[in-house]
């Protein structure tokens, strides 16, 4: 009896060693890390070179992607490889990662009688529809006496942009 009590305790010590091993290695188990195709989502403020807001997702859903598919700027995919959830990232992306530079053929002169009067003010946005039927903001750049200089660049464009990211989910690719 007293030998069948210490094989008892041996075992119940060895239950509890090898439970506490397999617990010690799911706790181990490295977090999901983005890459290539994973599905990401994450909260952000963006602001320009001096420090103003032009985006936030405080207060609204974060922003969603597939990593690796082009569906957000090069330059932000690209420092967003890695990253775990939880994880917080300052990232500043030059124009030539964002938006492109400022492109002076983007510039355009269109008669004044084709623009809305209430839009006939420097910086007024106008949306245009593209060779695809999607939607360009479009923006009075300069008033002429018979045109209107419109700038049919990315708003962004030639902008030195800082985010703020905080990685909030991460899904495996399929």
Do not use: W
Request: with cysteine.
């Amino acid at each position: 009896m007293k030998l069948f009590r210490g094989f008892i305790a041996v075992c119940a010590v060895a239950m509890l060693f090898f439970n506490c091993g397999a617990f010690a290695q799911t706790a181990a188990k490295p977090a999901l890390a983005i890459q290539a195709g994973s599905m990401v989502a994450f909260d952000y403020t963006l602001t320009d070179e001096t420090g103003n807001v032009i985006d936030t997702s405080k207060g609204k859903e974060p922003m969603h992607y597939v990593h690796g598919k082009g569906q957000i700027i090069p330059g932000l995919e690209k420092e967003l490889a890695g990253m775990t959830v939880g994880s917080e990232k300052k990232v500043t992306v030059k124009p030539e990662d964002a938006y492109g530079p400022v492109n002076p053929q983007a510039f355009q002169e269109v008669p004044k009688d084709k623009i809305p009067p209430e839009a006939l003010k420097v910086g007024a946005v106008l949306t245009a529809t593209g060779p695809q039927g999607q939607h360009v903001p479009v923006r009075v750049h300069e008033i002429k006496e018979n045109t209107v200089v419109m700038d049919f660049n990315h708003p962004l464009a030639g902008k030195t942009l800082q985010f703020d990211i905080k990685i909030t989910e991460i899904k495996p690719g399929e």
